[in-house]
């Protein structure tokens, strides 16, 4: 049981590029989120999924766009990425409480 | 929405029992605290939650309450593992069944050897 695992862990974009982020979770919760943390602030909401098939937008969700590719996989996008958005990313997933991934550490220069 | 409000820092002894408190005077009746706790840049990690009694497991205590406006988390025995951010939760049921976590700033914990 890897709970909910988030690939890369680490990635540096210049200004203008594109990448997807990936997160997936085994333990068969419906509900999956994504969320941002900027050094010395807690986590911000960008956008969550509350079952297949349906997204909605977060706190924070200009620039990025999701996927809800099935029950296991939530997958973020940022399609032109800008400097504001070097942050830690962490993908969440639902049961009784939010289970965390790792966070991939993203560095826009 | 229903607000946290905790203390930015707190240390304390190693050995000895911290007590993080948090106040939610505009919690509704049906809405769980939640505790989590983040490690350096780890993601975070459940510890407790409660929506009116007193809970215990194998990491804390959590103490609401009776107006439900305030609780504290205790951690019995701290250690220095357990030096980390303290966030204090308000779970929020959505209509689409999915839930919004309402954090707030967090408590750094710093446990003294």
């Known amino acids: 049981n890897a709970g909910v695992t988030q690939t890369p862990k680490f990635q540096v974009l210049k200004t203008g590029q594109s990448m997807t982020l990936q997160c997936a979770q085994d333990m068969n919760h419906n509900s999956m989120y994504w969320y941002r943390q900027d050094p010395g602030m807690g986590l911000r909401l960008i956008y969550y999924?509350?079952?297949?098939?349906?997204?909605d937008k977060g706190e924070v969700p200009n620039g990025y766009n999701v996927s809800r590719l099935n029950k296991r996989e939530f997958s973020l996008r940022l399609e032109s990425a800008a400097p504001s958005q070097t942050s830690v990313y962490f993908c969440?997933?639902?049961?009784?409480?939010?289970?965390f991934g790792p966070g991939t550490r993203l560095t826009v220069l | 929405d229903a607000k946290t409000t905790q203390p930015p820092s707190m240390d304390c002894a190693e050995g000895r029992a911290a007590n993080l408190p948090c106040n939610h005077s505009t919690i509704s009746g049906n809405e769980y605290v939640y505790w989590y706790r983040q490690i350096h840049s780890q993601g975070p990690q459940y510890i407790i939650h409660?929506?009116?009694n007193n809970e215990t497991n194998e990491m804390a205590s959590l103490i609401i309450t009776e107006d439900r406006k305030s609780s504290t988390l205790i951690l019995p025995h701290a250690t220095l593992r357990d030096t980390a951010v303290y966030y204090c939760i308000v779970r929020v049921l959505r209509l689409d069944s999915s839930y919004k976590l309402i954090f707030g700033s967090g408590t750094r914990l710093l446990v003294r050897p």
């Open positions: 969440a997933s639902d049961g009784t409480g939010e289970f």
């Open positions: 409660g929506l009116k």
């Open positions: 999924s509350a079952s297949e098939g349906t997204t």
